[in-house]
């Protein structure tokens, strides 16, 4: 049965998962997954991180007990006494919450590209560390990849993460141009950068074909470029579209015995491909397994499936890479896995 009917079933696997402290699990670490379970298409966007963290946390030596609890809850994490929180992509937790929970010696994984550097001005007895690049990397990956023209056009939704985005891609490259579906851009708009999520991905480009710009391309941040806005655009006529994601991606290209291992694995587990973070969710998983077992934090994981990591001494990774794919009818094809231009 796959587990992706709802974000809490995974935890089933898990020894002790949502118990809060009866019987045999009391003694097993917390892990406690804060998610955003509002964002738009989450179990396409958010829940492949949470289930390759709980694929690494099952494999480990020793056992975690893992809940997940929505981003609204939050501020009474602490009562709940957890070795480690990890926070799921597209979800925000305010900083000083962040902060509180570092400093009270509390693991903290952010798989999430919002917040900000949250120990940067404050002494730390816990540990922080950011798998993925912060917004403004890729709201700089984005504004490469729509080319040079100025004011980018821009189309968003009425989420907060397309709000946060857009306002980041502003601070990148200045003035926007903003749209709307079905606006006429051909001859204005080399491309359009979309900063929405999922849900309005395709209704965006439907607009744009019909006011004549099919041969403009759309540029989707990474909680639009998903298998279902492909699905919703089929087409005959070849898409100019252009997804940029700072997760990793195993499709289409050699990979290592490692990563074929994990594709296995989670297929095995969960009945789907890994999604968008799913590999960094696993190896902040891996990461989190190593630290509670008592291995040292370090600046670096180099075993990682999505490669190496380095963080600086604030606990965000020091370089990572956004990938850009290019849409090729229902699939999403890898055309530029070292940032620059897609």
Avoid: K
């Amino acid at each position: 049965m796959r587990r992706l009917c709802g974000l809490l079933l995974f935890c089933l696997a898990l020894p002790g998962c949502g118990s809060g402290g009866s019987g045999g699990a009391a003694s097993l670490p917390l892990v406690i997954v804060v998610q955003d379970g509002s964002f738009p298409d989450a179990l396409a966007v958010v829940s492949p991180a949470v289930l390759g963290l709980s694929l690494a946390l099952s494999r480990a030596p020793s056992a975690a007990a893992v809940r997940v609890i929505d981003v609204t809850r939050a501020d009474g994490v602490e009562a709940m006494s957890p070795s480690a929180v990890a926070i799921a992509p597209f979800t925000e937790v305010a900083d000083a919450v962040v902060r509180r929970w570092v400093e009270a010696g509390v693991l903290v994984v952010g798989l999430s590209e919002l917040g900000s550097t949250p120990v940067a001005d404050a002494p730390t007895t816990g540990m922080w560390r950011r798998f993925v690049a912060p917004l403004r990397d890729h709201a700089a990956a984005l504004a490469d990849a729509a080319g040079p023209q100025r004011p980018i056009c821009v189309g968003g939704d009425d989420t907060a993460w397309s709000g946060a985005l857009t306002d980041a891609l502003r601070s990148t490259a200045g003035d926007l141009r903003l749209v709307d579906p079905g606006a006429a851009v051909t001859g204005s708009c080399a491309s359009v950068v979309w900063t929405g999520s999922a849900r309005d991905a395709a209704s965006m480009r439907i607009g744009l074909d019909g006011a004549g710009g099919a041969q403009v391309p759309l540029i989707l941040n990474d909680a639009a470029r998903t298998q279902g806005y492909l699905d919703a655009v089929a087409s005959s006529t070849p898409r100019p579209d252009v997804g940029v994601c700072a997760c990793a991606e195993l499709a289409g290209g050699p990979i290592t015995p490692a990563a074929r291992a994990f594709v296995h694995d989670y297929g095995a587990t969960n009945g789907l491909v890994p999604g968008p973070f799913a590999v960094e969710g696993f190896d902040a998983g891996a990461w989190l397994s190593a630290v509670l077992g008592g291995a040292a934090p370090g600046g670096a994981m180099t075993d990682g499936i999505a490669g190496p990591y380095r963080w600086d001494g604030t606990g965000e990774l020091a370089d990572v890479p956004e990938r850009c794919a290019r849409a090729s009818g229902v699939r999403w094809i890898v055309v530029n896995e070292v940032g620059g231009r897609c």
